[in-house]
C-alpha cells in the first residue's frame, strides 16, 4: 500500500538574523519544506545556507525589501532596537518590499514600544507585527524546543504558528503587541538575579569546604537550584559565557525597569539591587576567576 506524501508548506518566509540562535531557527524553517528566503550584512552568516545540503528552496537576496517581497511571513532575529528599526524601516527595508497581509515576527529582545512603532509604520503598508522573543538558545532552537512568547493579534499568530512551530515549543500567546517582550525582559531579569544568588552561593559552598561539583548534582535534583546554578555547573564554573552576556542582560535589566516606571509599577528593590550588583561583577571580573571571591 503506497502513501502519499503531505503537501510541503507554500508560505513562503524569510529570515533575518543568522547568529548563534537565528541561524538554527532559520534551519529548522528550511527542513520542514518552507520556502526560505534569507538576508544578511555579512556575507559570512548567509554562506552555511548557500551550500549543498541545508534544503531546498533557499534563496539570499540583496536587500531586506528583496527578501520582503520574496515572503508572506518573516522572522526577525537581530540583536537590539535600532538594528529591528534599520532592517524592518529603512529605503530598502522589509517594509519597502512586503505585500499587504504580510507578518513580521520580531524574534529579537527589544523595548515593546520600538514593537509598537515599527507596528504603526507597518499598518501603513497593511502589513502585520507580533513580537515573538524566544528563550533558550542555539541547542533549543536545533532541537525545535525554544520558548516562544507573542504578544499580538491572535489572527495572525494563527497564521504564523505552524512557522514558529517548526522552532519553538511552547509557543505562549500573552496578550496584545509588547506583552512578549515584557515577558522576556522580565525573564531575563530574574535569571540575572539568580545568576547572582548562584555565585553568591557556590562561594558560600566553597567556605563550607563542600565540593561544589557535588553539591551542584545535588542542587540539580533538589528545590534550591535554579536554571542559573545549573548553566555555572555545567560551565566549569566559569563565568566566561556570562560575562559576555553581561551587555545584553544590562539592555533586558534596563528594558525591564523602562517598563515598570512607565507602568507606575513599584520596583522589587531588592531584586534590582541585586540585579545590578550581579550586572557590575560580572563587567569588572578579573577574567578568569570562576567564582566570586570566596571572601564574599
Known amino acids: 500500500m503506497s502513501h502519499t506524501a503531505p503537501p510541503a508548506p507554500t508560505t513562503r518566509v524569510g529570515f ?8 538554527p531557527m532559520a534551519r529548522r524553517v528550511a527542513e520542514a519544506g518552507y520556502p526560505l528566503t534569507v538576508w544578511a550584512r555579512r556575507t559570512a552568516s548567509v554562506g552555511p545556507f548557500t551550500g549543498t545540503g541545508t534544503g531546498t528552496g533557499i534563496a539570499v537576496t540583496a536587500t531586506p525589501a528583496d ?3 520574496a515572503s508572506d511571513v518573516v522572522g526577525i532575529c537581530v540583536v537590539a532596537d535600532d538594528d529591528v528599526r534599520d532592517v524592518l524601516l529603512r529605503d530598502d527595508g522589509v517594509l519597502a518590499g512586503m505585500a499587504p497581509g504580510g507578518v ?5 529582545t527589544i523595548h515593546p ?39 499580538g493579534d491572535e489572527r495572525d499568530l494563527a497564521r504564523c504558528r505552524p512557522v514558529l512551530a517548526t522552532f519553538g515549543d511552547p509557543i505562549l500567546h500573552l496578550g496584545p503587541l509588547g506583552s512578549g517582550q515584557v515577558a522576556k525582559a522580565l525573564n531575563n531579569f530574574l ?36 536554571f542559573a546554578a545549573a548553566t555555572l555547573a555545567r560551565s566549569g564554573f566559569d563565568t566566561t559565557g556570562l560575562r559576555d ?5 544590562r539592555k ?31 563587567r569588572d571580573g578579573d577574567g578568569g576567576s570562576a567564582l566570586r571571591a570566596s571572601t564574599l
Open 104 to 108: 513580521i515576527a520580531i524574534h529579537s
Open 191 to 226: 535569571f540575572t538575579t539568580h545568576v547572582g544568588v548562584a555565585l553568591d552561593m557556590f562561594a558560600f559552598i566553597d567556605r563550607l569546604g563542600i565540593d561544589r561539583a557535588a553539591a551542584a548534582r545535588v542542587l540539580a535534583h533538589g528545590s534550591g537550584g535554579s
Open 67 to 69: 527578501l520582503g517581497a
Open 245 to 249: 552576556a553581561e551587555p545584553l542582560l
Open 252 to 282: 533586558d535589566v534596563g528594558i525591564m525597569l523602562d517598563v515598570a516606571r512607565t507602568a507606575g509599577a513599584a520596583e522589587p528593590t531588592t531584586l534590582v539591587e541585586l540585579a545590578h550588583h550581579t550586572l557590575a561583577d560580572l
Open 113 to 151: 514600544d520600538t514593537c509598537r512603532d515599527v507596528a504603526e509604520a507597518a499598518a501603513r503598508r497593511g502589513v502585520a507585527i507580533l513580537d515573538a522573543p524566544v528563550s533558550g538558545g542555539g541547542g533549543a532552537a536545533e532541537r525545535g524546543q525554544l520558548l516562544v512568547m507573542v504578544g
Open 16 to 23: 533575518i538574523g543568522l547568529g548563534s540562535q537565528g541561524a
